[in-house]
């Protein structure tokens, strides 16, 4: 029969020690993903500074990077689930994408932005002696 005190020891070894550090394993391993890829323009250019926001269409969760000089850009620690990802930039128009984020997988999509629309709207103020022909929209 063991003692009080060797009892007590090992008691308190599962308690300060076994217990807290199966904890820490248990979430060291928490189920999650990443996302990567490369924005490019139309001719499979590198756009840099992209601004990339993954959706987590599940649970609204969002996240926003920046792509790297070379168009690249990862999205670590992701939940597993569907996911929109939104890239913006500069002179290209919003494309937006779905994918779908697994455990322990990097899942990876390559984004191609169109380049965007100029609008410029000319109008013509009318003054004594002019006539106002139309407004015209360039698209």
């Not at 807290?20 to 490369?38: D, W």
């Not at 990339?52 to 269409?57: D, G, L, M, P, S």
Request: proline share 6%; charged share 20%.
């Amino acid at each position: 029969m063991e003692s009080k005190a060797k009892s007590r020891r090992k008691f308190l070894f599962r308690a300060t020690v076994l217990i807290p550090a199966s904890m820490v394993l248990a979430f060291a391993q928490a189920p999650s993903g990443s996302l990567g890829g490369t924005v490019l323009d139309e001719s499979e250019a590198a756009i840099p500074d992209a601004k990339v926001t993954v959706t987590n269409q599940d649970t609204a969760f969002e996240r926003s990077v920046t792509s790297g000089k070379d168009g690249m850009f990862l999205v670590p620690g992701l939940a597993p689930g569907p996911y929109e990802v939104r890239a913006e930039a500069k002179g290209f128009r919003t494309l937006i994408q779905t994918t779908t984020v697994r455990t322990g997988n990097s899942s990876r999509v390559q984004l191609l932005l169109p380049i965007g629309v100029l609008q410029q709207l000319v109008e013509a103020i009318q003054k004594p002696g002019f006539r106002v022909v139309g407004r015209e929209e360039m698209k």
